[in-house]
């Protein structure tokens, strides 16, 4: 009885999936450009400055998180089940709702990146003098990915 409940839902996450793929490609569209857009500005930030650092790339997760706002919603809404979900106007409302809590998000997921990559960095340098830390390498990679 378990096993087909199992399966009927399998089944029906997959054929949502299939129904819904035009959308979900059309609203990861919408983010990408702005994506784009705001990882170029910093790039050329990090060029003109000439700090060529990491610190500056990971600055672009802070105003790109709203934008994830609005895939959130879209993605909510389609999961949700409801027909004839309009993309851009869903999209537009998540960012214009949400962005302030977002933009919260994009910091600590700024703060969360930043202190990853340069433990890792670290640990990994330290490493190759000592094996003990490849250790508390190992747990920062973790860390990271989870």
Known sequence: MASEKNAVALTGFFSSLFHNLPKL??????????????????????????????????????????????????????????????????FIGGIKENWLRFLVHGIVMYAAVFISYYSIVLYLGLGSKNGMFYVPLALCILIAVF
């Open 25 to 90: 490609l059309f609203t990861n569209l919408l983010f990408a450009v702005p994506f784009a857009v705001i990882f170029g500005i910093f790039y050329l930030i990090n060029i003109v400055t000439g700090l060529n650092s990491m610190f500056i790339y990971f600055l672009t997760v802070i105003p790109l998180f709203p934008f994830y706002a609005g895939v959130t919603q879209v993605t909510s809404h389609m999961v949700r089940g409801e027909e004839n979900v309009d993309i851009l106007p869903n």
